[in-house]
């Protein structure tokens, strides 16, 4: 499946050879698009069976983790040059996320806004950025904001999404 074009864009903005953490990496698109540009990625996904031919990849760790059942943060101490999330939005877990970073590591994401709701799914509002929501978000946990948007995205369908690269300073 093809990176999104947000992820690939900015993906030079991580340091080269620094550690990648691909969380909720469905189908490992962007676990493939870094390990292509020379990076080990850990990949999280409660469904690791779309990962299971990135196995023996000695670049790729796979963890099998639920997110959202309560349980301890996956990854207690590790820190990556960059944290990438897609299509995926669980607001308990911002402060894991900020906290993987490492110093001067970089925080890729795009996923989902209110107004998505005319195109289809999600439309639950708990998968839905409020307007604004990711850019505040950064801002309050300390990221330097690079580039952000909030767009319709229509590729690969229309979809209303917000799309944020920012750095740990
Ligand atoms: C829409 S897919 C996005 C996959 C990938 N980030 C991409 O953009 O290609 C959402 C992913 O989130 C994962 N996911 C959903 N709920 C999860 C949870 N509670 N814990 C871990 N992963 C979860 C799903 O298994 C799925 O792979």
């Given at each position: 499946?093809?990176p ?20 909720a990496?469905?189908s490992?698109?962007h676990?493939r698009l ?6 080990h990625?850990?990949?999280v996904?409660r469904d ?16 099998s983790a639920d ?10 101490a590790?820190?990556f040059g960059?944290v990438?999330?897609t299509?995926?939005l669980?607001?308990?877990l911002?402060?894991?996320l900020?906290g ?7 925080l890729l994401?795009e996923t ?7 195109f ?8 839905l950025?409020r307007d604004g ?14 580039a952000?948007e ?6 690969p ?13």
């Open positions: 499946m093809t999104s074009p947000w992820i690939a864009r900015w993906a030079p903005l991580i340091a080269p050879g620094s550690t990648i953490l691909d969380i990496a469905g490992g698109r676990t870094f390990l292509g540009r020379g990076h990625v850990t990949a996904d690791i069976s779309r990962l299971a031919n990135l196995e023996s990849d000695p670049g790729v760790e796979i963890v997110l959202e059942d309560g349980s301890a943060w996956p990854l207690p590790r820190r960059a990438v999330v299509n995926y669980h607001r308990p911002w402060p894991a900020f993987a970073l490492e110093p001067g590591g970089v994401y989902f806004m209110v107004g998505n709701e005319r289809g799914e999600p439309s639950n509002p708990a998968f950025l929501e990711l850019l505040d978000v950064a801002r309050e946990g300390g990221l330097s904001v690079v952000y909030a767009t319709m995205r229509s590729d369908s229309p979809a209303m999404v917000q799309r944020l690269a920012a750095r740990r300073p």
